[in-house]
């Protein structure tokens, strides 16, 4: 019976190629799997959205904890159908620095919860292509209790109050 290396070169054949794409595409589910767990089970706040209709894809379970939602509210819908943004422009600022940039390292804004709640919060995000399409993706770090000791503790006192508490 002849191969479908008839040709005698050391190319592949139909059936190496055929096993190679399974093996591939079995990886990529697997990294898919990967990333799915990871993205959800993150301590931080994570967002996917979608560029430029800024639509929810997918968030993680601290976001719906932390700011009172179910999947199912947030999930196709937008931050600002959701009023999460205070400022309409620190929004603006945040995203004005994805587009310009592909990245923002760090921004501080106020987001409000489900329940009407203020937090102070760091954005960090990346432009991404997911599957062909543009996506963001954000990590959000909740500052409000830093932002409360802040203004507890001066600057300079804070330091001095925090290195008596170490020293002891």
């Known amino acids: 019976m002849l191969s479908d290396n008839t040709q005698g070169t050391n190319s592949p054949s139909s059936t190496d190629k055929v096993n190679a794409m399974d093996e591939r595409a079995g990886s990529l ?15 931080g706040i994570m967002t996917l959205t979608s560029v430029p209709e800024g639509f929810f894809l997918e968030v993680n379970r601290k976001f719906l904890k932390t700011y009172g939602f179910s999947r ?3 999930v196709g819908k937008t931050a600002d159908e959701l009023r999460l943004w205070v ?11 994805l587009h310009e940039n592909g990245h923002v390292t760090s921004i501080t804004a106020t987001l409000r919860t489900k329940s009407g709640d203020l937090l102070a919060v760091r954005f960090a995000g990346s432009l991404v292509n997911i599957a062909g399409e543009s996506s963001a993706l954000s990590t959000i770090f909740d500052c409000t209790g830093q932002t409360s000791m ?13 290195r008596k508490r170490r020293s002891t």
Not at 29 to 43: G, I, R, T, V, W
């Open 72 to 74: 199912e509210e947030v």
């Open 87 to 97: 400022n309409p422009d620190e929004h603006h600022r945040y995203l004005q620095i």
């Open 29 to 43: 589910c697997s990294n898919e799997q990967k990333f799915s767990s990871m993205f959800d089970l993150a301590p």
């Open 150 to 162: 802040e203004q507890t503790f001066p600057e300079n006192e804070g330091r001095t109050e925090f």
